[in-house]
């Protein structure tokens, strides 16, 4: 049973429309995660967060949001969705900062 | 600058034979290393970690690591590969007290 679960799948977004990615994960951890993928590259960070109701800024936070509303549920907000935003979002967790992260099976963003 | 680099984009095997995947760091304490595989469509998944201790660690499937504080590397290593380990390997590296920083990924193709 997967244990972070990130919904939709895929989604088509029009240029400036609001876009909202939700993970929902049931490990029981502290921290998680928001990354995003483009295609021949590895994972930049976003956004995280550590404790419900806070998050911290990542290393591409600019265009993005993020909602911790509990332990278990952490959002990615995209008030004005651009086609620079265009690319594969994985959100994730784990336990302590430095242990292993635990992934959804990301979410497919388009942008026209 | 600090950085994560896997130099091999895209690396072809035949089924059978050995591999080795490379990935090297530009920090200046030893940190904690990671090696994630996503498989088509999927998330990151953990194939391996080193925090300290024995520098050569073994892994899921057959995969070890190896830690080497001199060249500031931790090359991920497989003695028989087979056509199911085609997936994109990405090494990560956590320095004390920053975020985990992955590299830019290597495609691994294994031919039948």
């Known amino acids: 049973e997967a244990a972070v679960t990130q919904s939709p799948r895929s989604k088509v977004a029009v240029t400036g429309g609001k876009v909202t990615l939700s993970c929902h994960q049931t490990?029981?951890?502290?921290?998680m995660y928001w990354y995003r993928q483009d295609t021949g590259h590895g994972l930049r960070l976003i956004h995280y967060?550590?404790?419900?109701?806070?998050?911290e800024k990542g290393d591409i936070p600019d265009g993005y949001k993020a909602s911790r509303p509990s332990q278990e549920n952490f959002s990615l907000i995209l008030e004005l969705a651009s086609l620079s935003q265009t690319a594969v979002y994985f959100c994730?967790?784990?336990?302590?900062?430095?242990?292993?992260?635990?992934f959804g099976s990301g979410t497919r963003l388009t942008v026209l | 600058a600090q950085s994560v680099t896997q130099p091999d984009a895209r690396v072809t095997v035949s089924e059978g034979a050995s591999l080795q995947l490379r990935c090297k760091y530009s920090?200046?304490?030893?940190?904690?290393l990671f090696w994630y595989v996503q498989y088509p469509r999927q998330g990151l998944q953990l194939l391996l970690k080193?925090?300290?201790?024995?520098?050569v660690v073994q892994g899921v499937n057959g995969f070890e690591a190896e830690f080497s504080k001199s060249n500031s590397s931790f090359h991920l290593r497989k003695a028989s590969v087979h056509w199911s380990d085609s997936a994109v390997y990405f090494c990560?590296?956590?320095?004390?007290?920053?975020?985990?920083?992955f590299g830019g990924g290597t495609r691994l193709t294994v031919r039948p």
């Open positions: 994730a967790s784990s336990d302590w900062g430095g242990a292993t992260l635990y």
């Open positions: 490990n029981n951890h502290d921290y």
């Open positions: 967060s550590y404790v419900a109701d806070s998050t």
């Open positions: 920090y200046s304490a030893t940190p904690y």
């Open positions: 080193y925090y300290s201790g024995d520098p």
């Open positions: 990560a590296v956590r320095p004390a007290g920053a975020k985990l920083t």
